[in-house]
């Protein structure tokens, strides 16, 4: 699409991230980017100025800066984790890890408080819903102190776009839950959020840590990846903070998961090139017998070919755009090829593809997903013993034709819990006492709680001491999404099994010569709307060329098509930022 993306849009990416800031060589202080770029003027491409009874609108774009020195931001009190990992990293690329489970898990919340609000937020979910009165969700009503919450759970694939109208029409309930990549669908996000969203600045901004020690241990790039300014005037002092952050990011974003056990069972070594996937999957499929090697690749391979995370890369004069360069056409090609030789399974790219669920009972070998179906599986098909051979692993960073290898890395804050515009301070207060429950980090009871339940209902200790989901954990956490969005983690943490955790810090260390930069690092940008609407055309058009619907010979037209129409427009947009940022 014509905007840059953070990180791949997958609910599960949980691994967080500093988020970076402007060079300390730029030419220009940070606090007055925005102006002496020309970027923010009134309706040239930021915000037009607010006034007392207009609403902040626009359609040129937009671009703010993440700037980790503002006074509204929470006081920072660390929270230091209670128990020592057994594995410890470089936060955030390279996540520490325990290899036994804390048991006991710490108590992170020594004194709950208590409430009795009833509240309503909106949430994505991918999996079966769970029922108002799931034994689940009356049991953290007690725990997190006696707030009721009603978590309204639509389908996570509609969930972007029917959010665009929920929140115009200000019909979202109290709360509203949304992934980073999900703004890319409301044209002007940056005005939806002050426009929208309740300002929670009065309430969050300074010494928070007696009431919510784990928010205010969150720290100051979560919260400055939270804030947004609504004149570009005076971007400091028109500054608030407007969504209680989710995951930060950092690391490897996402992976290409294998089934290592079927692998060595057929013979076959664990690709590392984009050429030898193709040749393992040629010998695998079949299509008339009902087998397909590949699942999910549409997001994870871009990496493969060079394709830059946000899109656009600078070339030493200007900036070139993924869809202009010719390693595009390859990767298209190389899709277009997966579909032509029936190598990928053919539900992929409906609603109805299941890649869990079809990577777990082996009828394809690869998929894309995030870090958690990893550990979440391996647990769960060793918990029920179905099948003691299983085994996943990560594949590595592909090269293709020789060239060096790249693996996108996941930036900035992977989500936001915003509140309705007019909701109360006291209301929005005891919400955010749920987010601090929420923010417990792995190893404490409270996460213990929210992750996998209750011990005798949703889990049970296994013989190492680990929580293991029983048959109503399994149903209640199929990707559903509910206390797990109130907020993020003060610190990310490796999950699973001690050999998955060995695994994954393994594969992080190695992965971190080839992770790729993000060239924007330090600013929030919102392409200009013929940018956003063009990209929009020109992936459905990609789409239609990858699933056969259209021709490959189509694809330069659409190219020239998406330049007219507005990539051009975006491409001067992100280029002032950049120079800007850069001082080229």
Same mark, same amino acid.
């Given at each position: 699409?014509?905007?840059?993306?953070?990180?791949?849009?997958?609910?599960?990416?949980?691994?967080?991230?500093?988020?970076?800031?402007?060079?300390?060589?730029?030419?220009?202080?940070?606090?007055?980017?925005?102006?002496?770029?020309?970027?923010?003027?009134?309706?040239?491409?930021?915000?037009?100025?607010?006034?007392?009874?207009?609403?902040?609108? #626009?359609?040129?774009?937009?671009?703010?800066?993440?700037?980790?020195?503002?006074?509204?931001?929470?006081?920072?009190?660390?929270?230091?984790?209670?128990?020592?990992?057994?594995?410890?990293?470089?936060?955030?690329?390279?996540?520490?890890?325990?290899?036994?489970?804390?048991?006991?898990?710490?108590?992170?919340?020594?004194?709950?408080?208590?409430?009795?609000?009833?509240?309503?937020?909106?949430?994505?979910?991918?999996?079966?819903?769970?029922?108002?009165?799931?034994?689940?969700?009356?049991?953290?009503?007690?725990?997190?102190?006696?707030?009721?919450?009603?978590?309204?759970?639509?389908? #996570?694939?509609?969930?972007?776009?029917?959010?665009?109208?929920?929140?115009?029409?200000?019909?979202?309930?109290?709360?509203?839950?949304?992934?980073?990549?999900?703004?890319?669908?409301?044209?002007?996000?940056?005005?939806?959020?002050?426009?929208?969203?309740?300002?929670?600045?009065?309430?969050?901004?300074?010494?928070?840590?007696?009431?919510?020690?784990?928010?205010?241990?969150?720290?100051?790039?979560?919260?400055?990846?939270?804030?947004?300014?609504?004149?570009?005037?005076?971007?400091?002092?028109?500054?608030?903070?407007?969504?209680?952050?989710?995951? @930060?990011?950092? #690391?490897?974003?996402?992976?290409?998961?294998?089934?290592?056990?079927?692998?060595?069972?057929?013979?076959?070594?664990?690709?590392?090139?984009?050429?030898?996937?193709?040749?393992?999957?040629?010998?695998?499929?079949?299509?008339?017998?009902?087998?397909?090697?590949?699942?999910?690749?549409?997001?994870?391979?871009?990496?493969?070919?060079?394709?830059?995370?946000?899109?656009?890369?600078?070339?030493?004069?200007?900036?070139?755009?993924?869809?202009?360069?010719?390693?595009?056409?390859?990767?298209?090609?190389?899709?277009?090829?997966?579909?032509?030789?029936?190598?990928?399974?053919?539900?992929?790219?409906?609603?109805?593809?299941?890649?869990?669920?079809?990577?777990?009972?082996?009828?394809?070998?690869?998929?894309?997903?995030?870090?958690?179906?990893?550990?979440?599986?391996?647990?769960?098909?060793?918990?029920?013993?179905?099948?003691?051979?299983?085994?996943?692993?990560?594949?590595?960073?592909?090269?293709?034709?020789?060239?060096?290898?790249?693996?996108?890395?996941?930036?900035?804050?992977?989500?936001?819990?915003?509140?309705?515009?007019?909701?109360?301070?006291?209301?929005?207060?005891?919400?955010?006492?749920?987010?601090?429950?929420?923010?417990?980090?792995?190893?404490?009871?409270?996460?213990?709680?929210?992750?996998?339940?209750?011990?005798?209902?949703?889990?049970?200790?296994?013989?190492?001491?680990?929580? *293991?989901?029983?048959?109503?954990?399994?149903?209640?956490?199929?990707?559903? @999404?509910?206390?797990?969005?109130?907020?993020?983690?003060?610190?990310?943490?490796?999950?699973?099994? *001690?050999?998955?955790?060995?695994?994954?810090?393994?594969?992080?260390?190695?992965? @971190?010569?080839?992770?790729?930069?993000?060239?924007?690092?330090?600013?929030?940008?919102?392409?200009?709307?013929?940018?956003?609407?063009?990209?929009?055309?020109?992936?459905?058009?990609?789409?239609?060329?990858?699933?056969?619907?259209?021709?490959?010979?189509?694809?330069?037209?659409?190219?020239?098509?998406?330049?007219?129409?507005?990539?051009?427009?975006?491409?001067?947009?992100?280029?002032?930022?950049?120079?800007?940022?850069? #001082?080229?």
């Amino acid at each position: 699409m014509a905007w840059p993306v953070r990180a791949h849009p997958h609910p599960q990416l949980k691994d967080e991230d500093d988020m970076p800031t402007p060079s300390d060589g730029s030419l220009f202080r940070r606090r007055s980017l925005l102006k002496a770029a020309g970027i923010g003027t009134a309706g040239a491409a930021g915000f037009p100025l607010l006034s007392a009874c207009a609403e902040v609108s #626009g359609g040129e774009g937009n671009v703010q800066e993440v700037d980790q020195t503002l006074d509204i931001l929470p006081t920072y009190k660390e929270w230091p984790l209670p128990i020592e990992p057994d594995l410890v990293g470089e936060p955030p690329n390279h996540p520490s890890g325990y290899l036994a489970y804390p048991n006991p898990p710490a108590k992170a919340i020594a004194n709950p408080p208590s409430n009795s609000g009833s509240y309503q937020v909106y949430v994505p979910n991918w999996g079966p819903a769970l029922a108002k009165d799931d034994p689940y969700l009356l049991a953290m009503q007690e725990a997190t102190g006696g707030t009721k919450i009603e978590f309204v759970q639509s389908d #996570g694939e509609a969930f972007a776009e029917a959010s665009t109208q929920w929140i115009q029409a200000e019909e979202f309930g109290d709360a509203i839950f949304m992934f980073g990549w999900m703004t890319n669908s409301h044209a002007g996000f940056n005005e939806t959020v002050v426009n929208r969203f309740a300002d929670i600045s009065d309430i969050v901004s300074g010494d928070i840590a007696e009431r919510w020690p784990l928010l205010a241990g969150r720290g100051d790039n979560a919260w400055a990846d939270s804030v947004w300014s609504s004149d570009p005037e005076d971007p400091v002092g028109s500054a608030g903070i407007y969504g209680v952050p989710w995951g @930060l990011l950092g #690391g490897p974003s996402n992976a290409f998961f294998h089934r290592a056990d079927l692998l060595a069972e057929g013979g076959f070594a664990v690709p590392t090139t984009v050429e030898e996937l193709l040749e393992t999957a040629r010998a695998w499929s079949d299509d008339k017998a009902g087998r397909w090697a590949i699942g999910g690749t549409d997001y994870i391979s871009k990496a493969w070919f060079r394709l830059e995370a946000t899109g656009w890369l600078w070339d030493g004069s200007g900036l070139v755009h993924n869809y202009e360069r010719s390693e595009f056409k390859e990767w298209v090609e190389f899709q277009r090829t997966l579909t032509d030789e029936k190598l990928r399974h053919p539900s992929v790219g409906s609603a109805d593809f299941d890649g869990k669920t079809l990577h777990r009972t082996g009828e394809i070998l690869f998929d894309q997903d995030g870090w958690s179906r990893w550990w979440q599986m391996t647990q769960e098909v060793r918990a029920t013993g179905e099948n003691p051979a299983f085994e996943l692993g990560p594949v590595g960073a592909l090269t293709f034709q020789g060239r060096e290898p790249m693996y996108h890395s996941a930036w900035g804050v992977g989500g936001w819990l915003f509140f309705r515009k007019d909701l109360g301070e006291d209301a929005i207060a005891e919400l955010l006492d749920v987010s601090n429950y929420v923010a417990a980090p792995y190893g404490t009871k409270e996460y213990e709680t929210v992750q996998f339940g209750f011990e005798g209902q949703q889990f049970e200790y296994d013989a190492d001491g680990r929580p *293991a989901l029983t048959e109503a954990g399994v149903r209640g956490f199929q990707d559903s @999404l509910s206390y797990t969005a109130m907020s993020g983690t003060t610190e990310y943490l490796l999950e699973g099994p *001690a050999d998955v955790i060995e695994a994954r810090f393994a594969f992080d260390e190695a992965i @971190l010569p080839y992770l790729d930069t993000n060239p924007f690092a330090g600013l929030r940008l919102t392409s200009p709307e013929s940018g956003t609407n063009a990209g929009s055309v020109f992936d459905e058009k990609v789409n239609d060329i990858i699933y056969g619907r259209a021709e490959l010979s189509e694809l330069d037209g659409a190219v020239a098509t998406w330049k007219s129409e507005g990539g051009d427009e975006a491409r001067e947009f992100y280029e002032k930022a950049y120079k800007q940022l850069h #001082g080229e």
